[in-house]
Each structure stands twice: as C-alpha cells, then as structure tokens.
Antibody, heavy 120, light 106 residues
C-alpha cells in the first residue's frame, strides 16, 4: 500500500525557516517524480513544487521561487521542502504527492498533510 | 495557463445528473485531471488524461474534452459524491488547479 507521511510543520514567525519531510512507502521512490501541493484554510489546492525522479529537474510556483527548495534523497527514501523567508500567506496544509509523469500526467497518491502556520 | 471552473457551487439531489466545466486559458490537449475533495481529506484523483477513469473510481464519473474545454459528469449522484471538485492541467509548469466547484445537497 502506497503511503506518504509528511512531517515538520510548525508555527513559525514571518521571515523564519522550516524544513518539511515526506517519508514514502509501498513503492519504489526513486522511480517517481514528487510534488508538494499546499492548501490554505478554506481555499483550493495550490501547486508549490515538483522534482524529477532523479532530482535533476526542479520546478517552482512563482509565489515560492527563490524562497523554497525541493530536494530528495533516493537512498534514504525521503522528500524535502526547505522553506525560508516565510510569509503569512505561506500558511497552509502542505501535502506530499506522488506525480505520475508520462505517458499520462496526474497526482495519484497524497499524504495527509503537515500544517505550516506563519504568524507573529 | 489559468483554469476556470463553472459553476463555483451547485446544489443537486441524489439521483441527479451533474456536469461541471473547466475552461483553460490556452490549449492543453488532454493534459487534464479531475479531483474530488471531502472536508478534512486530501484530494483524490478521479479522471486523468481528460477522460480516463482512475482505477477504483465508480463508472458514474466520466470526463470529456480537449483543447480548452472540459467537463466532468456524474451520471447519477450518490450521497457520497457531495464534495468539492477541482480540475488541474499538466501542459506546462506551473501545473495549476481550477478554483473548485462545491457540490451540495439540495
């Protein structure tokens, strides 16, 4: 059974930093692209960042570019999201999601999310 | 690429046929997925490649369209279908979501 377990969410002050982690299980992690999607309270999902299966290609939403860094450790089976210069508008539930990238494209398995709250 | 869903909200009854539309600001071929989200839960994929039903999803769900105009249809609403639905494109990054359609019980 595919599972994705996020951790690292916390209350942080504006301008602060946080690192989210995602521990996958039930599939061969190194074979899949991975994505972070966030959802602010009462809002729809927002794509944040994607990393290719090898880690060689990364993509970011304009809203986080230059502040967030996605990475992965295929030998340690972990996905990361390093978040810096956090803003109040980054407050959201952050989901770790497996990305089916070719020949069809969709997000198939989602974790339960980890909550990031940016507030003074 | 922006995705615009309509309607934003919809009230319907069990047994009704419901259609939700998603319009892309430019052509995206069939690089579109549909998700269902219930309160307190993560989104769940229903349809990918515009019309392919994800394994395990009931056949009352169907998708159609290509280019800029897409639809999600629920043929006979069941009580468990009342939720919020989102479309998402995969043509190019950023892979954006539509704003959502909330489906309520009438």
């Amino acid at each position: 059974e595919v599972q994705l377990l996020e951790s690292g969410g916390d209350l942080v002050q504006p301008g602060g930093s946080l690192r989210l982690s995602c521990a996958p299980s039930g599939f061969t992690f190194k074979n899949y692209a991975m994505t972070w999607v966030r959802q602010a309270p009462g809002k729809g999902p927002e794509w944040v960042s994607t990393i290719s299966n090898t880690g060689g290609d990364t993509y970011y939403a304009d809203s986080v570019k230059g502040r967030f860094t996605i990475s992965r450790d295929n030998s340690g089976n972990t996905l990361f999201l390093q978040m810096s210069s956090l803003r109040t508008e980054d407050t959201a539930l952050y989901y770790c999601v497996r990305y089916i990238r070719g020949p069809n494209y969709y997000l198939d398995y989602w974790g339960q999310g980890t909550l990031v709250t940016v507030s003074s | 690429i922006q995705l615009t869903q309509s309607p934003s909200s919809l009230s319907a009854s069990v047994g009704d046929r419901v259609t939700i539309t998603c319009r892309a600001s430019q052509g995206i071929n069939t690089y579109l997925a549909w998700y269902q989200q219930k309160p307190g839960k993560a989104p769940k994929v229903l349809i990918y490649a515009a019309s392919t039903l994800q394994s395990g999803v009931p056949s009352r769900f169907s998708g159609s369209g290509s280019g800029t105009d897409f639809t999600l249809t629920i043929s006979t609403l069941q009580p468990e279908d009342f939720a919020t639905y989102y479309c998402q494109h995969f043509k190019t990054f950023p892979i954006t979501f539509g704003q959502g359609t909330r489906l309520d019980i009438k």
